[in-house]
Antibody, heavy 123, light 108 residues
Framework: QVQLVESGGGVVQPGTSLRLTCATS????????FHWVRQAPGKGLEWVAV????????HYAESVKGRFIISRDNSLNTVHLQMNSLGAEDTALYYC????????????????WGQGALVTVSS | DVQLTQSPSSLSASVGDRVTITCRAS??????LNWYQHKPGEAPKLLIY???TLQNGVPSRFSGSGSGTDFTLTISSLQPEDFATYYC??????????FGQGTKLDVK
């Protein structure tokens, strides 16, 4: 059974950084791409970033490009989201999501979701 | 970016009802359209991908259809566990992959 567990959330001040980690199990980690999707309070789902199975391809939403970095460690089966220059607009529940498609495909089907890590940016 | 517009934004229905949710794309997205169910305090759940393919383990009362710009999610006979918010998502044009604004389905 696929399990995704996010950690690293918390309350931080504007302008600071935070690093989220997604620990995975029950999946052949190196075969799949992973995403981060967030949900601000009272809002809908917003895709944030994706990293390919081999870590060679990354894409970002315009709202986080240049501030967030997605990475992965295929030896530890973990995915990370380094978030810099945080602002109030980044306050959200951040979900780690495994894609359904093996290897790389632009057909993003968000198959398995973690429970989320809450990030609150407030002074 | 491709904009996805869901209608209605909210919907009240009763157990046993047939429910249809529509998702309209701002441009052709072929059949690269997926549907998710999201309950408060839980992780979102993939229901349907590629417009009409049912994800493993999803009850057959859920179905999807459409191609191009217009898509529908249908629940043939609403069950108590189906009250949730539903999202459509496209990936034909990326980045970014985009979601609809959501349709909240609650008890009448």
């Amino acid at each position: 059974q696929v399990q995704l567990v996010e950690s690293g959330g918390g309350v931080v001040q504007p302008g600071t950084s935070l690093r989220l980690t997604c620990a995975t199990s029950g999946v052949t980690f190196r075969h799949y791409g992973f995403h981060w999707v967030r949900q601000a309070p009272g809002k809908g789902l917003e895709w944030v970033a994706v990293i390919s199975f081999d870590g060679k391809t990354e894409h970002y939403a315009e709202s986080v490009k240049g501030r967030f970095i997605i990475s992965r460690d295929n030896s530890l089966n973990t995915v990370h989201l380094q978030m810099n220059s945080l602002g109030a607009e980044d306050t959200a529940l951040y979900y780690c999501v495994k894609d359904r498609i093996q290897l790389w495909s632009p057909i993003f089907v968000l198959e398995n979701w973690g429970q989320g890590a809450l990030v609150t940016v407030s002074s | 970016d491709v904009q996805l517009t869901q209608s209605p934004s909210s919907l009240s229905a009763s157990v046993g009802d047939r429910v249809t949710i529509t998702c309209r794309a701002s441009q052709n997205i072929n059949n690269y359209l997926n549907w998710y169910q999201h309950k408060p305090g839980e992780a979102p759940k993939l229901l349907i991908y590629a417009s009409f393919t049912l994800q493993n383990g999803v009850p057959s009362r859920f179905s999807g259809s459409g191609s191009g710009t217009d898509f529908t999610l249908t629940i043939s006979s609403l069950q108590p566990e189906d009250f949730a918010t539903y999202y459509c998502q496209q990936s034909f044009v990326f980045p970014p992959t985009t979601f609809g604004q959501g349709t909240k389905l609650d008890v009448k």
